[in-house]
């Protein structure tokens, strides 16, 4: 009975280790399926883009209302994206024209879903850690023609959201991501998915997208 007792201590403490073991698919399966609950978020992300001719930095502010409401706008407003099921407009500040666009497959779950698939078929992920307290994930491609990136890294928050990305396109392109002022679950009204542009706008039809 004593020895029944010592190995259940035994377990116990080993358990705690078993189960916070991380890896790259463990975050991964995470990460999905957070995005998945998730039924509202709201945040500003920071783009930069860097090359060889130089760099080009923007900040957007985004709103999302699962299952498929997007508003995503710079920050100086010269470029304002809104979809609502599958239409989606976007809007440029100079010239004064807007595109409008219809898109597959943006439902919400089933998107995420699709996303991440992508990842676990193209990339190869390998988990590198803690980083400025994120855990830190490498994919990379498993054939040069499967992705347009060859790597990319991911920081995902200890409460598993992705915080920060790096892609590289192996030919000397590199787009940074940084999240901020990030929202869980707000409450987003029909209004903040609206945008009218002014009345001379002009209207260009920009075709379908494949979200795939």
């Known amino acids: 009975m004593r020895t029944i007792r010592i190995m259940l201590v035994i377990y116990l403490l080993l358990l ?15 990460l999905e399926n957070n995005y998945k609950r998730l039924a509202s978020l709201t945040c500003t992300v920071n783009e930069v883009v860097s090359g060889s001719w130089g760099q080009v930095e923007s900040n957007y502010n985004i709103k999302l209302r699962m299952p498929d ?3 995503a706008e710079l920050t100086d407003n010269s470029l304002i994206i809104t979809a609502q099921g599958g239409e989606v407009m976007a809007y440029y500040l100079k010239p004064n024209k807007a595109y409008l666009y219809t898109l597959d497959n943006f439902q919400g779950s089933e998107a995420v879903e699709i996303l991440f698939s992508f990842l676990y078929e193209s990339f190869d992920p390998e988990y590198l850690g803690i ?4 855990h830190k994930v490498k994919l990379s491609a498993k054939k040069q023609d499967s992705s347009p990136y060859q790597e990319i890294y ?10 920060r990305l790096n892609l590289d396109d192996g030919h000397g392109t590199i787009i940074n991501f940084s999240v901020s002022d990030q929202v869980l679950n707000p409450t987003l009204s029909d ?11 002009l209207f260009l039809e920009g075709g379908p997208i494949k979200f795939k």
């Open 191 to 201: 209004a903040e998915f609206v945008y009218t542009p002014p009345a001379d706008c």
């Open 131 to 134: 980083s400025d307290g994120m």
């Open 16 to 30: 705690p280790n078993l189960v916070l073991a991380v890896t790259a698919e463990s975050i991964l399966n995470q």
């Open 154 to 163: 991911l920081w995902a928050s200890q409460d598993y959201y992705i915080r």
């Open 69 to 71: 409401n997007l508003r």
